[in-house]
T-cell receptor, first 110, second 118 residues
Framework: KQEVTQIPAALSVPEGENLVLNCSFTDSAIYNLQWFRQDPGKGLTSLLLIQSSQREQTSGRLNASLDKSSGRSTLYIAASQPGDSATYLCAVSSLGRLYFGRGTQLTVWP | EAGVAQSPRYKIIEKRQSVAFWCNPISGHATLYWYQQILGQGPKLLIQFQNNGVVDDSQLPKDRFSAERLKGVDSTLKIQPAKLEDSAVYLC????????????????FGQGTRLTVV
């Protein structure tokens, strides 16, 4: 069974810092990995999707990397802003399903 | 294009009552998913439809939960009777193809329905 773990569970930083959020998965037989953002009481917004054949994807200040063999992905957020405050979820497509981690709750203060 | 639509956004009910949630997927998406997200946890798949057929309902508590997608478009998820532990956000998602058929397909999520059972 696929298990997804996200570290840290929570992170609080001042504005302007560069951040790294970590995601690990137990079964390397994945088809893709997706990073989502979730604001309080809201649904999931897809940030980046990395296919299993890719090593990284970039969108603006966000960069996600994937090391399938070691079962790890990182989401790098450059020059963080208060508007980045949200919960960030990692999900892997595996065995016909999406498996989610518990998320990292990020707070960026001015 | 319009996203995944869900209603209601919020619902508060007493335990043992029944409740229903509605979802309209992105136009043309054959696959529809219902997820349950308990506070502090990641979403967990409840049921997956391919058109109007069930692909995966192995994690659906069938004694109290039911779902249908009669015409292969919109879907309803029902809980009857509700328990306190059903308090969660219920997320609907859709994709153009099933993850079983095309595992690298991207799924798109709605805003969710927050259910509170008191």
């Amino acid at each position: 069974k696929q298990e997804v773990t996200q570290i840290p569970a929570a992170l609080s930083v001042p504005e302007g810092e560069n951040l790294v959020l970590n995601c690990s998965f137990t079964d390397s037989a994945i088809y893709n990995l997706q990073w989502f953002r979730q604001d309080p009481g809201k649904g999931l917004t897809s940030l980046l999707l990395i296919q299993s054949s890719q090593r990284e994807q970039t969108s603006g200040r966000l960069n996600a990397s994937l090391d399938k063999s070691s079962g790890r992905s990182t989401l790098y957020i450059a020059a963080s802003q208060p508007g980045d405050s949200a919960t960030y979820l990692c999900a892997v497509s595996s065995l016909g399903r999406l498996y989610f981690g518990r998320g990292t709750q990020l707070t960026v203060w001015p | 294009e319009a996203g995944v639509a869900q209603s209601p956004r919020y619902k508060i009910i007493e335990k043992r009552q029944s409740v229903a949630f509605w979802c309209n997927p992105i136009s043309g998406h054959a696959t529809l998913y219902w997820y349950q997200q308990i506070l502090g946890q990641g979403p967990k798949l409840l049921i997956q439809f391919q058109n109007n057929g069930v692909v995966d309902d192995s994690q659906l508590p069938k004694d109290r939960f039911s779902a249908e997608r009669l015409k292969g478009v919109d879907s309803t998820l029902k809980i009857q009777p509700a328990k306190l532990e059903d308090s969660a956000v219920y997320l609907c998602a859709s994709s153009s193809l099933s993850l079983k058929r095309r595992p690298n397909t991207e799924a798109f999520f709605g805003q969710g329905t927050r259910l509170t059972v008191v």
